[in-house]
């Protein structure tokens, strides 16, 4: 009888999953300041004017649009881990999130390629299979065409 | 001025991909730049080494491998890590223990040895390692930030993928005649475009190498090298050469918040409560350059400038102040940044197009062909009567190098 692996995130920290997912960042008790990805607990505030050391979880938008992308044409070297034997290119995209001013990359969902994405494109948080071990599914945010 | 620094002698091998020892390529550099300053081992007082992480503990310790392979003199000895801008800083550090007055000579050395394809992360899982996670999580290669910046250049001011060939054209026309290149064969615009594509919109030939190499300076107070003009031993070996001294070296740090998304970040700094600073990361390295050696871009004859990709030389232009943003296209298509062009001459060595990326040796070796230049010795590449020259690098983690040169 198949069993079924348990899906666990490629990093501890970053992203929640289940239905609309989002990025977990860093906010600045003291001033605000947002930080992808999320700060460590010691680092403190990443703006130098500001002494703050406490830092709580906050949720990024999960919307926003394309501010540039490329693709891997060769596969990349570990510790990359290729999820089809042969090799199938992806597209790799950096996205200006709606909210909290900044740019965070992703690969872009199976499907799509360098022809049809375009910059400014609207797109959304997706959380997928990254690739999969003897004992789990390792997890990765994506970004989809928005209404995909 | 008597505290200025001066360049006695450079030293470089050829590059190429050799799987020689490092530090065989790094002691045949370090050889000839003594040879080309006339100076004794003995006499130098400081080794600076830029690290190498590619290649055991000796490369830790690059300075010292280097100064144990010579033959130990006594010298102060300091080893210096900064990604692609270890040769500038290297320097930066030579520099600062003889403008303190705590050293006379001192040889800077980088040199490399790397392995084949995709420069990748140490191995081991490493998931506290950004530079692993970015392999791991993306699969985001180097080549793949280059792909982000030009693709962002052709959204934002109409670049085009024959703009990148172009300079790929007039780098490898360049080099031709440059002995320590690794690529010395004329390219043609078809041959750049035809070659496959790595990380659209770049392809292949848009895209440098990795290479074996090593580049040496010999660096000395004025007073020291005054010393040498007066006679004795190996002043015959600068004789006649124009002096060309060391007028900044600039290693600083992006400023919060930081929207360049440099290697190997995931994200760029948030600007929703902080507006960014007024100059980005690489307009900033250059800016501090000609801060501190009191010239500005007008004066620069010629650069080498760090054509990790066709485009980003083009994004180089722009950082160095050589046109306003958005133009560096119209550099490039009349030929301006050429040998023989209207504007300073880019990349005379040929540039990473020719040569391929030795990390802890190409900041070192970029100063080694402004040096040649300001002489009138770079025979078959020379700008004509260059005065003044910069250089400029981007590396990961925050790091990134402009050293000027005036004679």
Redesign the interface.
């Known amino acids: 009888m198949p069993v079924t692996k348990p899906a666990v995130p490629?990093?501890e920290g970053w992203f929640t999953t289940g239905d609309e997912p989002v990025l977990l960042g860093s906010r600045c008790d003291a001033?605000?300041?947002?930080?992808?990805?999320p700060r460590r607990s010691g680092s403190g505030c990443?703006?130098?004017r500001c002494r703050g050391t406490e830092l709580s979880e906050h949720r990024l938008a999960r919307t926003g649009r394309v501010?540039?992308?490329?693709?891997?044409?060769?596969q990349?070297?570990?510790?990359?881990?290729s999820p089809s034997d042969p090799y199938r290119p992806?597209v790799?995209a950096?996205v200006e999130l709606d909210?909290?001013?900044?740019?965070?990359?992703?690969?872009m969902v199976e499907g799509c390629n360098?022809e049809t994405v375009t910059?400014?494109q609207p797109v959304e948080l997706v959380v997928e299979p990254?690739f999969e071990t003897d004992e789990t599914i390792q997890l990765?945010w994506r970004w989809r065409p928005a209404g995909a | 001025m008597r505290d200025d620094v001066v360049v006695l002698g450079v030293g470089m091998t050829a590059w190429g991909k050799w799987g020689r020892p490092f530090v065989d390529y790094g002691v045949a550099a370090a050889r000839e730049a003594l040879d080309d300053a006339g100076v004794d081992w003995a006499d130098v007082d400081l080794v600076v080494g830029g690290e190498t992480v590619r290649n055991g503990y000796a490369g830790y310790v690059a300075g010292s491998t280097v100064a144990a392979a010579l033959g130990f003199n006594g010298a102060q000895v300091a080893t210096v890590y900064g990604a692609c801008a270890s040769g500038a800083m290297a320097i930066g550090h030579g520099r600062a223990q003889i403008l303190a007055g705590l050293a006379d000579v001192a040889l800077v050395v980088g040199a490399d040895t790397t392995p084949k394809g995709f420069l990748a992360p140490n191995a081991g899982e490493r998931p506290d390692d950004p530079d692993w996670l970015r392999f791991r999580l993306l699969g985001a290669t180097n080549p793949a930030y280059f792909g982000l910046y030009a693709r962002r250049r052709m959204h934002l001011y109409g670049a085009t993928e024959s703009d990148f060939a172009k300079v790929k054209v007039k780098n490898a026309r360049h080099g031709v005649d440059n002995p320590r290149a690794r690529y010395r064969k004329e390219v043609a615009e078809e041959e750049v475009l035809a070659s496959p594509v790595v990380a659209s919109p770049l392809h292949l030939l848009d895209i440098c190498a990795t290479s074996d190499g090593a580049a040496a300076v010999v660096l000395a107070s004025a007073d020291y090298a005054a010393r040498r003009a007066g006679g004795g031993a190996g002043a015959g070996a600068v004789a006649g050469r124009p002096s060309v001294r060391i007028a900044a070296v600039s290693t600083v740090t992006p400023a919060f918040p930081d929207t360049g998304l440099g290697l190997p970040d995931i994200a760029t700094d948030s600007t929703a409560t902080v507006a960014p600073p007024p100059r980005s990361f690489r307009d900033s390295i250059a800016h501090t350059a000609y801060e501190q050696a009191g010239i500005g871009p007008d004066d620069v004859d010629v650069a080498e400038v760090y054509d990790l990709s066709t485009a980003l030389e083009l994004d180089w232009y722009e950082n160095l102040g050589l046109c306003p943003a958005g133009e560096a296209e119209q550099l490039i298509r009349r030929g301006a940044t050429a040998l023989g062009g209207d504007g300073p001459t880019v990349n005379p060595s040929g540039g990473l197009a020719c040569f391929g990326e030795a990390v802890p040796a190409q900041a070192v070796a970029q100063v080694c062909e402004l040096v040649w230049q300001l002489r009138g010795e770079a025979t078959g590449r020379q700008r004509e009567g260059a005065r003044v020259g910069i250089s400029a690098n981007q590396g990961l983690f925050g790091h990134g190098s402009s050293v000027i040169v005036v004679r």
Not at chain 1, 31 to 37: E, I, K, Q, R, Y
Not at chain 1, 67 to 74: E, G, K, M, P, V
């Open positions: 490629a990093v001033c605000g300041v947002v930080a992808f990805p990443p703006d130098p501010w540039s992308f490329t693709d891997a044409q060769y990349p070297p570990p510790p990359y881990v992806f790799l950096a909210a909290d001013g900044l740019v965070v990359l992703g690969q360098a910059v400014g990254l990765v």
